[in-house]
Nanobody, 120 residues
Framework: QLQLVESGGGLVQAGGSLGLSCAAS????????MGWYRQAPGKQRELVAQ???????NYADSVRGRFTISRDNAKNTVYLQMNSLKPEDTAVYYC??????????????WGQGTQVTVSS
């Protein structure tokens, strides 16, 4: 069974930094993409950043230049370094992984979510 375990997050003042990590485990053959999404109260879940197996990255306009996504393929782990945080970054952040599991079954899995709160 595939699992995504997130860590990091918490409370920080505006202008501060936080780091998130997410480790995938289970019967994984390959992961093509890992990313972070967030959902603020009353809003839809939105893409924050994504990194594919080749290393290419994609960022939401609202975080580009402030957030950095990286990945350790050997550990099936994705990281999100968040700098210059703003109150509008407050949300539950979810890890996502897309890939292929044993028996060549494709998967798209989510972590349990971790709260990030930025105070003004």
């Amino acid at each position: 069974q595939l699992q995504l375990v997130e860590s990091g997050g918490g409370l920080v003042q505006a202008g501060g930094s936080l780091g998130l990590s997410c480790a995938a485990s289970g019967s994984i053959l390959s992961i093509s993409a890992m990313g972070w999404y967030r959902q603020a109260p009353g809003k839809q879940r939105e893409l924050v950043a994504q990194i594919v197996s080749g290393g290419s990255t994609n960022y939401a306009d609202s975080v580009r230049g402030r957030f950095t996504i990286s990945r350790d393929n050997a550990k099936n782990t994705v990281y999100l370094q968040m700098n210059s945080l703003k109150p509008e970054d407050t949300a539950v952040y979810y890890c996502n992984a897309i890939g292929v599991a044993v028996a060549l079954r494709p998967f798209a899995s989510w972590g349990q979510g971790t709260q990030v709160t930025v105070s003004s």
